[in-house]
């Protein structure tokens, strides 16, 4: 089945700074790419997605790249806030034949004013 | 709008016993997965169910069992409980066929002791 490894498990920058989270996969035919948000005692909410046939995706503050070559993808935040403190999980899926998201094991990240 | 409601939020059970934990989809959705997050973990997959008919399965154990009624609200039920149980169990929704843009709910928090 698919394997998604998450790196790194925690980060911590300064307001305004970027921060970058990386994952990679193993299952080649994996179509599908969420990242979703968990702030402490709150539910994985979605955001971003990317599909295959896109290289980058961008929705202001929060981009995702995609090397499917490699197979692994990641987060770009720009301009970090105090509020994007959270956990963050991406996962991978073959959209064609599965419903399961494989998620990695998430990254904790702290943004200090 | 109405996203995922989970019920109850948290509950505390003993070894050996059986829970039956709740999910109402968002609006407009049809379809309802189940996941357990162990602390410090990424949600893994427990189940999917589309027109009441569990349609893919992860590798958990019989012990965990789920229903779909036809007003697309999802039962998860737990038997034979152990320790190792005690997680947060997350429920996400989404239309038909698709594992994109799966929306969470906030989760029951089930603590065996």
């Known amino acids: 089945g698919e394997n998604v490894e998450q790196h790194p498990s925690t980060l911590s920058v300064q307001e305004g700074d970027s921060a970058v989270i990386k994952c990679t996969y193993s299952?080649?035919?994996?179509?599908?790419f969420p990242w979703y948000k968990q702030e402490l005692g709150k539910r994985p909410q979605l955001i971003i997605d990317?599909?295959?046939?896109?290289g980058e995706k961008k929705d202001q503050r929060i981009a995702v790249t995609l090397n499917k070559t490699a197979k692994h993808f990641s987060l770009h935040i720009t301009e970090t806030q105090p509020e994007d403190s959270a956990v963050y999980f991406c996962?991978?899926?073959?959209?064609?034949?599965?419903?399961?998201?494989?998620f990695g094991k998430g990254t904790s990240l702290l943004v200090t004013p | 709008d109405a996203g995922v409601t989970q019920s109850p939020t948290h509950l505390i059970k003993t070894r050996g016993q059986q829970v039956t934990l709740r999910c109402s989809p968002k609006?407009?959705?049809?379809?309802v997965s189940w996941y357990q997050q162990a602390l410090g973990q990424g949600p893994q997959f427990i189940f999917q169910?589309?027109?009441?008919?569990?349609?893919q399965r992860g590798n958990f154990p019989d012990r965990f069992s789920g229903h779909q009624f036809p007003n697309y609200s999802s039962e998860l039920n737990v038997n034979a409980l152990l320790l190792g149980d005690s997680a947060l169990y997350l429920c996400?929704?989404?239309?038909?066929?698709?594992?994109?843009?799966?929306?969470f709910g906030q989760g029951t928090r089930l603590t065996v002791v």
């Open positions: 996962a991978a899926v073959n959209s064609n034949s599965g419903y399961a998201l494989n």
């Open positions: 169910y589309y027109e009441e008919e569990e349609r």
């Open positions: 990317i599909r295959s046939n896109v």
């Open positions: 996400a929704s989404s239309l038909g066929d698709r594992v994109e843009g799966a929306f």
């Open positions: 609006s407009g959705h049809d379809t």
């Open positions: 299952d080649s035919a994996s179509n599908y």
